[in-house]
Structures are given as C-alpha cells and as structure tokens.
Nanobody, 122 residues
Framework: QVQLVESGGGLVQAGGSLRLSCAASGRTFSSYAMGWFRQAPGKEREFVAAISWRDDRLYYADSVKGRFTISRDNAKNTVTLQMNSLKPEDTAVYYC???????????????WGKGTLVTVSS
C-alpha cells in the first residue's frame, strides 16, 4: 500500500513558476514509477509527466515538454514537478500517482493522491 499526498499548488500569473511535491508513504517507494496527471474542469484526467523506477527515465506530455521537470528522491520518498512558464491552460487539479506497470495512463496507475489545485491567471 502506498499513500500519496500532494502539496505546492496555488495561484500564479501566466509566465510564473510553481513547484509541486508529492510525499509517499511505504518502504517500497523506489520500486514504483511515479507520475503526475491533471484534470481541468469538464475535461478528462490527462498524463503530464512520469519517472520510471528502474532507471529514472523521464516522460512528458507534449504540452509540457521544455517547461515542466519531474524528479524523485528515493531517500526522502518524494517526487517533484517543477513547472515553469505556466500558461492559463495549465490550470487544473494536479494528481500524483504510482504504478508498478511500464505504461503511464490514468487506468494504469495503482495509487493516487487527492490532488492539488493549480490556477494560472492570464
């Protein structure tokens, strides 16, 4: 069992930055791939970024490439999403998720946090 708690959301102006953190419980954190997803009002939950458990390979949605960076610290059981050059269309609830699978879709994640709201004003 893995419990995930996100933090770091808030209100920011377009062009600004935010840093989201996800704290995970459990002693097997390092054996899970970690991902960030987001869901905007009226839209489906979508993939944002992921980091594998085996070799820390990184994956990004096209919409955030070059602006967002995912990282993990297995010693601290945390995964972070650094978001730069934020746009109003990045406004959403951001969720941290964990999986032991090798694909990163909402259906493929085993554990979810409750989410943190990011609002980007124009």
């Amino acid at each position: 069992q893995v419990q995930l708690v996100e933090s770091g959301g808030g209100l920011v102006q377009a062009g600004g930055s935010l840093r989201l953190s996800c704290a995970a419980s459990g002693r097997t954190f390092s054996s899970y791939a970690m991902g960030w997803f987001r869901q905007a009002p009226g839209k489906e939950r979508e993939f944002v970024a992921a980091i594998s458990w085996r070799d820390d390979r990184l994956y990004y949605a096209d919409s955030v490439k070059g602006r967002f960076t995912i990282s993990r610290d297995n010693a601290k059981n945390t995964v972070t999403l650094q978001m730069n050059s934020l746009k109003p269309e990045d406004t959403a609830v951001y969720y941290c998720a964990a999986t032991r699978r090798y694909y990163y879709t909402p259906e493929g994640m085993d554990y979810w946090g409750k989410g943190t709201l990011v609002t980007v004003s124009s």
